[in-house]
């Protein structure tokens, strides 16, 4: 399947894999049981009260019924683009334009949910079948994708560093924390590839691009020093070190 490639709003280009179709329709068949399993709950608990109240009995039903309608756009809202099911899966929601995903993208995707799910499946499989990266309809009016959260990289892939305890910084906090840790990411494992191949072309790009986000000189002799402690800073003040 090929990667999902996003420009970050630092304009840094990441690479994710899709989820593929049956990762999408197994944790949908997740939710699903969670939902069902929410209305027995529901049923067992307050059934023989319902059943014996007439006045308010269809505003009650239907106030006990908000939580299965909403499920997917209230996960997805404040689990970050996941609902329980795709944390089985190991997958979430992304904006494919490199900004966060929101509440409007969220219920654009619940929206169309109506037409591509429930109503009848069809045109949502066929969706995902002819659209390179599985993107249902939802996906497409939204601007969304959903991607695999599964690590393909070992350590060395990581945005981990290894800084000695008494560590100083170069770099002011404010200048590193424009950076995510998916920017981190793409800047050592671009770093280990120029350092790998001798290419001094690529390590002079990797320089100016972080030193423009900065707005800052290049305090050291050579680009490499310059990007390894950039990435070691960044652990610094993160803590995301080893």
Not at 69 to 81: H, I, K, R
Not at 172 to 196: C, G, H, P, T, Y
């Amino acid at each position: 399947m090929p990667n999902l490639y996003i420009n970050t709003t630092q304009n840094i280009q990441l690479f994710f894999t899709p989820a593929s179709i049956g990762e999408r329709i197994l944790a949908f068949l997740a939710d699903f049981l969670i939902r069902i399993a929410y209305l027995i709950l529901i049923f067992f608990v307050f059934g023989e009260a319902l059943s014996q109240m007439y006045d308010y009995k269809t505003a009650i039903y239907l106030l006990l019924m908000l939580p299965f309608f909403f499920y997917s756009l209230a996960c997805e809202t404040f689990l970050d683009g996941r609902t329980f099911g795709k944390m089985l899966l190991k997958i979430k929601v992304v904006k494919i334009d490199g900004y966060q995903s929101g509440f409007l993208d969220y219920f654009i995707r619940w929206i169309f949910s109506i037409i591509d799910i429930y109503l009848t499946p069809i045109p949502g499989i066929l969706s995902m079948v002819f659209n390179k990266h599985t993107r249902r309809l939802g996906d497409l009016a939204a601007g969304t994708a959903v991607i695999s959260e599964k690590s393909k990289y070992n350590l060395s892939h990581t945005i981990l560093m290894d800084i000695q305890e008494n560590y100083q910084p170069c770099f002011a906090r404010n200048q590193i924390m424009l950076f995510s840790d998916n920017d981190i990411r793409i800047v050592k494992e671009n770093l280990q590839l120029a350092e790998k191949n001798k290419n001094g072309i690529l390590l002079q790009k990797i320089a100016d691009k972080i030193l423009s986000i900065m707005n800052t000189p290049n305090p050291f002799i050579t680009n490499s020093q310059m990007i390894n402690t950039f990435l070691k800073d960044y652990n610094y003040y993160t803590g995301s070190h080893t």
